[in-house]
């Protein structure tokens, strides 16, 4: 099975976890880079506010083409119970190229149902497998619990 991760982080949370993930698999990782300015607390509350009103935005095009792959994970931040923008904006754009789909979210508080569902809805795709990090897991270094669980299984699929 040939497998890419792919991700958007703000602050690092999505990416220590797609890093995990992908080190595990032995598979190819692609960030997704977004053109607006995220960082902050001005970044933070719009974009919250732009995933809840279900807005897009501009994605750096990427180096991998996820057609080539039997399998791509996304991983996503939670904003306001829905997938980051930037994720968004992937599975819409790259929707006709995913085979066979994984999801997973990093998350401080709730919403994680939602945002995978959104995932999951805007893929037209049923994902072979979920995983949900809470920020304290990443935080205290106790989330390998959940990625090893998660790898078994997408290698399974």
């Keep these: 099975m040939k497998a890419l991760v792919v991700y958007y982080s703000r602050t690092g949370n999505t990416r220590d ?9 032995n ?3 692609e960030e ?3 053109t607006q300015k995220r960082s902050g607390i001005i ?7 732009q995933a809840n009103r279900g807005k897009y935005t501009i994605i750096k095009e990427l180096e991998k083409n996820p057609a080539s792959y039997d399998l791509v994970i996304i991983g996503t931040p939670v904003w306001a ?4 923008v930037p994720v968004s904006t992937f599975i819409r754009d790259y929707r006709d190229e995913l085979n066979n789909v994984a999801f997973f979210c990093t998350l401080k508080a709730s919403g994680s149902e939602s945002a995978l569902q959104a995932m ?6 049923t994902p072979v497998e979920t995983m949900v990090i809470e920020e304290s ?3 205290q270094k106790t989330c390998d619990c959940k990625v090893e669980p998660f790898v078994r299984d997408v290698v399974d699929f």
């Design 81 to 84: 119970g829905k997938p980051s």
């Design 137 to 139: 897991e990443i935080k």
């Design 27 to 29: 598979c190819d990782l």
């Design 32 to 34: 997704i880079y977004d």
């Design 17 to 25: 976890v797609a890093q995990d993930v992908a080190r595990e698999l």
């Design 43 to 49: 970044g933070w509350l719009k974009s919250g506010y």
């Design 120 to 125: 999951a809805e805007l893929s037209g795709k």
